[in-house]
């Protein structure tokens, strides 16, 4: 069974840093698309960043964009999120998740314009990201 753990989250001011981390587990497939999304209240879910394990470039949302950077730990199955010059709007509850099916390929990707959808069946419980002004 996968298993997804999210740690880092926190309380930061406007401007400030946090980098988020996702440790996954149980799974038996070596590419597929790990990814963060978030949801702050009374809001829709939000893909943010996307990693295909089989390599290439990364998908990030335009409002993350030049500010978040996705990275993937091979040797250890971790997925971080550094998060830099945070924003007030920043705030919300963050989740890993992976998408299996065989075309998670196409959405994980810089090239992809957005928005993050596809079959995110494994997800975590969530760290939350708070950033006051």
């Known amino acids: 069974q996968v298993q997804l753990m999210e740690s880092g989250g926190g309380s930061v001011q406007a401007g400030g840093s946090l980098r988020l981390s996702c440790a996954a587990s149980?799974?038996?497939?070596?590419?597929?698309?790990l990814a963060w999304f978030r949801q702050a209240p009374g809001k829709e879910r939000e893909g943010v960043a996307a990693?295909?394990?089989?390599?290439?470039?990364?998908y990030y949302a335009n409002s993350v964009q030049g500010r978040f950077t996705a990275s993937q730990d091979y040797a250890k199955n971790i997925l971080y999120l550094q998060m830099n010059s945070l924003k007030p709007e920043d705030t919300a509850m963050y989740y890993c998740?992976?998408?299996?099916?065989?075309?998670?390929?196409?959405?994980?990707?810089?090239?992809?314009?957005?928005?993050?959808?596809?079959?995110?069946?494994?997800w975590g419980q969530g760290t939350q990201v708070t950033v006051s002004s």
């Open positions: 998740a992976a998408d299996f099916s065989e075309s998670s390929w196409v959405q994980c990707s810089g090239g992809y314009a957005g928005p993050l959808t596809g079959d995110f069946r494994a």
């Open positions: 149980g799974y038996d497939s070596s590419q597929f698309c």
């Open positions: 990693v295909y394990t089989g390599g290439g470039t990364t």
